[in-house]
C-alpha cells in the first residue's frame, strides 16, 4: 500500500477542546497547522462534558477570585498538583471562558447580560459557567467553528500509531486512515499530543466506546516521555446502573449543584454521615466512596446503586438546566426525572495522571512535543474538581500550541529519519495477520481486570493479581487477528486500542501499588492513612527492554504569595489573607 506524506509546521494530534485550541493558536502564530483525530471533527470525547467550565468571574459571587480558586482546586487536590499549573489555570480561566463567549459560545447568561454560574462540588463560591449540560458540546462546536472560519480543516477518521522521534526529537507521527487504510507519514517541526486519558480501561466507564483507551500516554511513553501520577484516576460518584449497555454513562454533578439528594435503599440522605457540611457537594472522590460503601455494605438498590433525587425541583427548571439527564433517563428507561429519583453508581471518569508537561508552555521530555488537555499531568493532584478539566483545555491547549508554534518558526533545521518512519511502516505490518485472538474480547476481559482489581478501593494483593492479568493479556493480545474486511481497518486500530490500553493499565497499576497510601481518588484498603511522606508524584518511564520503572519526584513548593489561600478559613480574613 502506498504511504503519503504530509509535512506542515505543527501537526496536532487530538480534535477535542484542546487539540482545537492549540492549532487555532498555532495558526493564529502564522504556521501552517494540521489537526487530526480518529473520530468524526465534532465527535471528539469533549462533546460529552456536560456541567461546566470554572472562572473565578464573580458574576452570580462578587466574592470569589482566582486565588480562591488556586486555594480550591490544590487543597481538593491533596496537594499534589504542580502549584505553577494550577496558578496559570486559575489566573487565566476568566479570559479562556469570555474568549469562547465571544467567539459564539452559548453559555447560560443572567438577565443583566453576564455569564451565569452554577455550584459545583467543593468549591467555595458559584463558579461553574455552563450551556444546559450540554456545556462540552456547544464549547467544541465553537472551537470547530472557529477554526473552520480561519480556513482550518480536521482531519477524521485517522489514527496515529506512532510518534515519529529521533534523537529525543519529536519529527511527526505515523498514521492510517480507518476507513481506507491509507497511510501517511505526518512530518512538523513540532507536534502537540492531545488525545486525551484513558477511563474506557475500566469495566464501567463514562467515556464511549473505542475513545479514552490510553492512546495518547501510551504514544507518549513509547516516544520517551515520563507519565506521572497514573493511578489517580477519579471514580464520578454517579454514573447510570441500567440499562447494562449504558452502564457508566455519567449522571453529571450538575444534578447535584442544582440541588439533587443521594439517598440509600432506605430512604436515608447518607451524605449526613460522611460530610455534613457540604453534603452532596462534597468533593468527587468522598461522594463516590460514600456511594460505593453504601452499595457494598448493603444498603444500595437491588441493581447495586443509590438514589439521586432531583424531582424536588420544577420540571420545567430541570428541563432547562439539565436537559441531557431529563432525555437520557426518558430514553433508556422511560424514566421522568422530575418525578422519579435515578440509580446511580460509581463510574470510571477521569485520568488525572498523564504525560509529564513543563507547567509555562506544556513542553515534555521529548524535544518538539507538547501535551496539553486530559493526556497530560499537573493539574488535578489526587481529585480534580468538576469544571475544571474543560478549562485546562482551552489554558493549555492555547499555551501549548503557541509554543509550538514559537518552535517551528525558529528551527534552523529538522533532521528526519527514514529508519524510523521504516520502523513505524513495520510495526503496522506486522500487526495485520490471522491470529486467534480478538481484540474486543481482551479489551472487554481488560476492562473487567481493572475494574476488579483497580477499581475505587484496591489493594496490594488485588493489584498484584491485576498486574498478572495484564501480562496474560498481553500474551494474548500478541496474536490478535487483524484483517481489512468490507468495513475498513477498525481491527487495526482496536488491535492499537489494545496496545495502549495495556500498557497505560500497567503504568496505572503500577503506581496504584506504589502508593501505599489513601489520597484523594486513590483509597487503598490495605493503607487507609494519607502518608505525608508520599507527598510525590509517582513517576512511570519506559527503561531498558522496554520494561517500566517507576520513581518519586517531589511537588514543588506553594509559590509564597499564595499560602495564606490554603490555610483552614478560621484562619484567614475576609480577603483570603492569614490572621496575625
Ligand atoms: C461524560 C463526561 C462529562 C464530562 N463533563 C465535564 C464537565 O462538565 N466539565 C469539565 O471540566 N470536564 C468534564 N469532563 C471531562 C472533559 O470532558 C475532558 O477531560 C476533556 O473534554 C478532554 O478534552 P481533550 O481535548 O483533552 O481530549 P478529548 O476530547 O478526549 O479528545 C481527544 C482527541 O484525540 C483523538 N485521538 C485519541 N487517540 C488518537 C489516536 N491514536 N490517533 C488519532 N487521534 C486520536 C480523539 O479522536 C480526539 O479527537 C467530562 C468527561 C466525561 C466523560
Not at 130 to 141: C, E, I, S, V
Not at 170 to 192: H, K, P
Request: net charge negative; with cysteine; glycine share 10%.
Amino acid at each position: 500500500m502506498d504511504t503519503r506524506t504530509n509535512i506542515s509546521n505543527v501537526l496536532v494530534i487530538g480534535s477535542g477542546a484542546a487539540g482545537l485550541r492549540a492549532a487555532i493558536a498555532a495558526h493564529e502564530a502564522g504556521r501552517q497547522v494540521t489537526v487530526l483525530g480518529k473520530r468524526l471533527r465534532k465527535d471528539a470525547h469533549t462533546v460529552l462534558a456536560a456541567g461546566g467550565i470554572n472562572a473565578a468571574l464573580g458574576t452570580v459571587d462578587p466574592e470569589d477570585s482566582w486565588q480562591q480558586h488556586f486555594a480550591d482546586t490544590l487543597r481538593e487536590a491533596y496537594l499534589l498538583s504542580d502549584p505553577r499549573t494550577v496558578e496559570i489555570m486559575a489566573r487565566e480561566a476568566p479570559d479562556a471562558v469570555l474568549e469562547l463567549a465571544e467567539w459564539g459560545c452559548d453559555f447560560a447568561r443572567r438577565p443583566d447580560g453576564s455569564l451565569d454560574q452554577r455550584y459545583f462540588g467543593a468549591h467555595t463560591y458559584r463558579r461553574t459557567c455552563y450551556a444546559g449540560d450540554y456545556t462540552g458540546r456547544a464549547m467544541l462546536h465553537t472551537l470547530a467553528d472557529h477554526a473552520a472560519a480561519l480556513g482550518m480543516t480536521v482531519l477524521e477518521n485517522v489514527y496515529v500509531s506512532r510518534l515519529l522521534v529521533r534523537d529525543g526529537t519529536c519529527f511527526g507521527a505515523y498514521a492510517f486512515d480507518i476507513g481506507s487504510g491509507e497511510r501517511t507519514v505526518f512530518l512538523a517541526d513540532a507536534v502537540v499530543l492531545a488525545a486525551g486519558g484513558h477511563t474506557r480501561l475500566w469495566r464501567r466507564s463514562s467515556s464511549r466506546r473505542d475513545e479514552n483507551t490510553g492512546d495518547g500516554m501510551a504514544l507518549a511513553l513509547q516516544a520517551g516521555c515520563r507519565l506521572a501520577d497514573m493511578e489517580l484516576v477519579q471514580f464520578h460518584p454517579t454514573g447510570m446502573v441500567a440499562p447494562e449497555e449504558m452502564a457508566g454513562t455519567l449522571v453529571t454533578e450538575a444534578v447535584r449543584g442544582e440541588g439533587g439528594h443521594l439517598r440509600n435503599a432506605d430512604g436515608e440522605r447518607f451524605m449526613q454521615r460522611y460530610d455534613p457540611q457540604r453534603m452532596e457537594l462534597s468533593t468527587r472522590d468522598r461522594v463516590a466512596l460514600a456511594n460505593y460503601t453504601e452499595i457494598a455494605e448493603g444498603r444500595g438498590t437491588s441493581n447495586g446503586g443509590v438514589w439521586l433525587d432531583i424531582s424536588h425541583r420544577s420540571k420545567d427548571e430541570i428541563v432547562e438546566k439539565l436537559p441531557r439527564m431529563y432525555r437520557q433517563f426518558l430514553e433508556s428507561q422511560m424514566l421522568d426525572i422530575s418525578a422519579h429519583p435515578m440509580e446511580v453508581a460509581p463510574t470510571a471518569h477521569y485520568s488525572m495522571g498523564g504525560v509529564v508537561v513543563e507547567p509555562q508552555d506544556h513542553s515534555t521530555d521529548v524535544e518538539g512535543l507538547f501535551a496539553a488537555g486530559e493526556v497530560a499531568a499537573g493539574l488535578h493532584g489526587a481529585n480534580r474538581l468538576g469544571g475544571n478539566s474543560l478549562v485546562e483545555t482551552l489554558i493549555f491547549g492555547r499555551r501549548a500550541g503557541a509554543a509550538a508554534a514559537e518552535r517551528s518558526a525558529n528551527l534552523e533545521v529538522s533532521l528526519r529519519a527514514r529508519s524510523v518512519i521504516a520502523d513505524a511502516q513495520a510495526d503496522l505490518d506486522g500487526l495485520i495477520r490471522e491470529g486467534e485472538e480478538f481484540a474486543r474480547p481482551l479489551q472487554r476481559a481488560l476492562r473487567d481486570a481493572l475494574w476488579e482489581h483497580c477499581g475505587v478501593v484496591r489493594d496490594e494483593e488485588g493489584l498484584n493479581e491485576g498486574l498478572a492479568r495484564v501480562a496474560d493479556l498481553r500474551e494474548a493480545a500478541g496474536s490478535v487477528d487483524v484483517r481489512p474486511t468490507s468495513e475498513g481497518f477498525g481491527d487495526l486500530a482496536h488491535a492499537l486500542d489494545l496496545r495502549a490500553a495495556l500498557l497505560t493499565a500497567e503504568a496505572t497499576i503500577l503506581g496504584a501499588i506504589e502508593r501505599r497510601e489513601t489520597r484523594g481518588a486513590h483509597i487503598r484498603s490495605d493503607h487507609p492513612d494519607l502518608d505525608e511522606r508520599l507527598r510525590v508524584n509517582l513517576v512511570v518511564r519506559c527503561g531498558r527492554e522496554g520494561r517500566l520503572e517507576t520513581s518519586r519526584v517531589p511537588v514543588p513548593e506553594v509559590p509564597e504569595h499564595l499560602r495564606g489561600w490554603l490555610a483552614p478559613a478560621d484562619e484567614l480574613d475576609v480577603e483570603g489573607r492569614l490572621l496575625e
